[in-house]
């Protein structure tokens, strides 16, 4: 990972972690983009964040505010943020078993 791409850790976004959630940062295939995944505690991928504010109304005290979704790195360890180059439905058919589905256990 590029340490440029690394942001200033807020400690507001520390709490998530400290409940055993954890961050994921996709690189998309053109270069452009990048997404923010969250996975909860209990393994759930939440990919916006509408999804987690309801997540999070439902389930826990935590608050939206100590979510961010800046496209770059907070630069934590791997037990919390994983940064991967996303891949396309057709890569993943051919390398994961056919399904589509990445079956690496990134958490």
Excluded: H
Aim: charged share 35%; with cysteine.
């Amino acid at each position: 990972m590029d340490p440029k791409s690394k942001m200033p850790m807020d400690p507001i976004f520390n709490r998530p972690f400290e409940y055993g959630w954890k961050r994921e940062v996709v690189y998309r295939t053109n270069g452009n983009a990048i997404d923010i995944y969250y996975r909860t505690p209990d393994k759930k991928k939440l990919r916006s964040k509408p999804e987690v504010r309801e997540y999070l109304k439902q389930r826990t005290r935590l608050k939206i505010e100590n979510f961010t979704f800046k496209r770059k790195a907070l630069g934590l360890d791997n037990s919390k943020e994983i940064c991967r180059n996303a891949y396309s439905t057709e890569r993943a058919e051919n390398n994961r078993g056919g399904n589509g589905i990445n079956n690496e256990n990134y958490f």
